[in-house]
């Protein structure tokens, strides 16, 4: 068990993963709206899928109101960088980056798709890694409502 | 090949389902969670049924030094042409001369949104599609970039995608390895602005050579005009029913 434990962190470590320092899970950024209402433990299992089924509803019959939206996603989960531009996909910390890393599961998404809001659409107020203890906390109170 | 054309709403299709908002009020997507947000949400929304999109280019009217157009397509959709044989195009302006008189013409080219597509004919995917009103898109979800497409085109409005792409407009994906061209503004259209970049450029240029509109609509000035006035299609030989027609070349 224990060497599971030290492989685990250590390959976390390896892919830049940033792991809370009492917990082997990644440091999910906090997003900027409301949660959603389904739970995150719903969208954290069927993203991929409603992000499917929604591509093809846009692309094909131009229906642009859908519950995935990449454009969508990384606004909300945009996440302040130390240039206080929201960070790319480039970075270990980005929001989809921070749990893609983890489960070793590659995006391909941003091949195409931006992966932040475009400049001029930046938030104004944009949280800061979940670092720090008091966004992690209001992060999940807000969550556990 | 014909690319036959459903009327939206002679069955129920997909979309007809999820605008009905009573018929699927709730959805369940898993075992004890219900997603109620689909339901009537998308009413009034996705292309609009019977429509063919199309452009009007007036070459008398499209002074040679001009190219508000492609710069205006440029920035709307992020590709940028630096004048590498690799750099995207997906509008240029081209130089018309009639060998004997001499006389020279200058207008933009860009995807014609054929009607009978030769790009959707040779396509190995399916990535290159006609949307029901008119606009022919690649769908990079399922492009392998095979440019099989920008052999078959032929009006060279289709560009392979070379290099890696960052900080794409979010309105207008794009990528490498992917085959793209004009796609008629249709973020731009699915929202109601019922216009392109281009056309807007040019109008605020003052040179009005651009008119959009639907063709199918009797009402639509681009209907009249094209009813009223000669126009003709480039390459007309090819029999392949454009949806972008010029005047005075
Ligand atoms: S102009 Fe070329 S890219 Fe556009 S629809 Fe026709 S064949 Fe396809
Ligand atoms: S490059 Fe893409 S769109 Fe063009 S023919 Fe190949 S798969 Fe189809």
Redesign the pocket.
Known sequence: MKTLLVSVLMMAALMGAPVLAEGLLPNIPAALGEPHPEGNEFWRVNHPAILSHDRDLTVLDGIRDIDGSIKTCVACHAVEGPDAAPLTVASPEHACRTCHDYTAVKIDCFQCHNSRPEAGDWPAVLPSLGGTPESLHAYLERISQ | MIIPTKEKGADISRRDLLKSGGAMATVTLASGVTLMSFGGKAAADGLKPGARWGLLIDAGKCPEDCSACVSACSKEHGWEDNGLDTDPQWIRKVTLREKETGRENSLPVMCQHCDEPP?VD????G??FKREDGIVL?NRH?????????MACPFKA?S?VHEPVTDQRTDSPRGNG??EGCNMCVHKIDRGDGTTACVEACQATGNNAMMFGDLNDPESDIAIAVSTYASVELRADLGLNLGVRYQNI
């Open positions: 790009c040779v396509c190995p995917t990535a290159s690649v399922t492009c392998i970039g095979c440019r099989y497409c920008m289709r392979f992917t085959v």
